[in-house]
């Protein structure tokens, strides 16, 4: 199993291993929602996820202003704020897993909505050390 944790611990998610790959969203929403240039996402079946929420601080946030027209359901912490996971519209049971819950991130595989994504990105240099 692998372990994750929204930024207070008060909700811990457990898959059994993480995926090969990452998908990266650049639509306004999730960079938003995460104050970012993008959330990274595991998109995983609903049922092949554990969460331990003993304190009922998952909180639900219906989101249907989105590029695709559809409601998405974006869950929460309700203490600390944290980005859990985002319920995709429809039967799919599909959701996307937050991937910052987790210490390790897989590489992106693929990226959504990459027309968004920041221009300026690319002339990032992650080698010429840390801020």
Same mark, same amino acid.
Request: proline share 4%; charged share 25%; with cysteine.
């Given at each position: 199993?692998?372990?994750?944790?929204?930024?207070?611990?008060?909700? =811990?998610?457990?898959?059994?291993?993480?995926?090969?790959?990452?998908?990266?969203?650049?639509?306004?929403?999730?960079?938003?929602?995460?104050?970012?240039?993008?959330?990274?996402?595991?998109?995983?079946? =609903?049922?092949?996820?554990?969460?331990?929420?003993?304190?009922?601080?998952? =909180?639900?946030?219906?989101?249907?202003?989105?590029?695709?027209?559809?409601?998405?359901?974006?869950?929460?912490?309700?203490?600390?704020?944290?980005?859990?996971?985002?319920?995709?519209?429809?039967?799919?049971?599909?959701?996307?897993?937050?991937?910052?819950?987790?210490?390790?991130?897989?590489?992106?595989?693929?990226?959504?909505?990459?027309?968004?994504?920041?221009?300026?990105?690319?002339?990032?240099?992650?080698?010429?050390?840390?801020?």
């Amino acid at each position: 199993m692998v372990d994750g944790r929204c930024n207070c611990g008060g909700i =811990k998610v457990s898959i059994a291993q993480l995926p090969e790959q990452s998908a990266i969203c650049y639509c306004f929403n999730c960079r938003r929602t995460g104050s970012g240039v993008g959330s990274i996402v595991y998109i995983l079946d =609903k049922k092949d996820i554990t969460v331990n929420d003993p304190n009922n601080l998952i =909180k639900n946030y219906k989101d249907s202003d989105t590029k695709s027209g559809s409601t998405i359901t974006r869950q929460f912490c309700g203490d600390c704020g944290c980005a859990i996971m985002s319920v995709l519209a429809g039967d799919s049971g599909k959701v996307a897993l937050k991937g910052g819950l987790f210490e390790k991130i897989p590489m992106p595989g693929f990226k959504s909505f990459e027309e968004e994504e920041p221009a300026w990105l690319k002339y990032v240099k992650v080698d010429e050390g840390n801020l």
